[in-house]
């Protein structure tokens, strides 16, 4: 079965700061890998999608990046955090329609 | 920017109630529908799904409907219980798009 994992689970930064989220897939093939934040009582907003290795598509302008080195690895970077960055990352790959969600990566920018 | 909403931010229920989430789409392209549960602290889960040429699906105490002429999208949860508390999302894709694109969420408050 498939699964995905998300890590670190929690993460505490000052401003200025470099950034990295590390998300994987297992049990699948070629999935399209995605990469949205949920700010505290907001909706998910959609930051990245990758259809495959290299290719990355970003939905929002913003100081975040996202690289897929492998098949099933996903990855969101930043190299100076902002204080708005904080806010609830959710990686997430998709079969044809549904999406399959990560438990989620908890940023506080202070 | 986001096409999809939800009529009430919050939804407070009684224990045994049927629950009623509401969600109103913009894109008439979209054809492709789901609801999530996401509970505090976790990543949303798969709820219910409908496809744009269905108008009913029902699953284990949940009945999705859709209405394509107004464009509305509601989630029926019957019997509802304290685990039920969480903030429901519902999301929509087009054929042509890659990506769900999710509303704000209702947080349902199941009281005992």
């Known amino acids: 079965s498939q699964t995905i994992h998300q890590w670190p689970a929690t993460l505490v930064q000052p401003v200025g700061s470099p950034l990295s989220l590390e998300c994987t897939v297992e049990g699948t093939s070629n999935p399209n890998l995605y990469w949205y934040r949920q700010a505290a009582g907001r909706g998910l907003q959609l930051l990245f999608y990758?259809?495959?290795?290299?290719?990355i598509s970003s939905e929002v302008p913003q100081n975040l990046s996202a690289s897929r080195p492998q098949d099933r690895q996903f990855i969101l970077s930043s190299k100076k955090l902002l204080l708005s960055d904080s806010g609830f990352y959710l990686c997430a790959w998709s079969s044809p329609g549904e999406l399959f969600f990560g438990e989620g990566s908890r940023l506080t920018v202070l | 920017g986001e096409s999809v909403g939800l009529h009430l931010p919050t939804l407070s229920v009684q224990e045994g109630d049927n629950s009623i989430i509401n969600c109103a789409y913009s894109n008439s392209a979209s054809d492709y529908f789901i609801w999530y549960k996401q509970e505090s602290g976790k990543g949303p889960q798969f709820i219910i799904d409908i496809r744009s040429n269905m108008d009913k699906r029902q699953g284990q105490r949940v009945t999705v409907l859709l209405n394509k002429t107004v464009k509305h999208l509601s989630l029926q949860i019957a019997a509802t219980q304290p685990g039920d508390s969480a903030v429901y999302f519902c999301?929509?894709?087009?054929?042509?798009?890659?990506?769900?694109?999710f509303g704000k969420g209702t947080t349902l408050s199941v009281s005992s």
């Open positions: 990758s259809v495959g290795i290299g290719q």
């Open positions: 999301a929509e894709k087009t054929q042509a798009g890659t990506a769900l694109i």
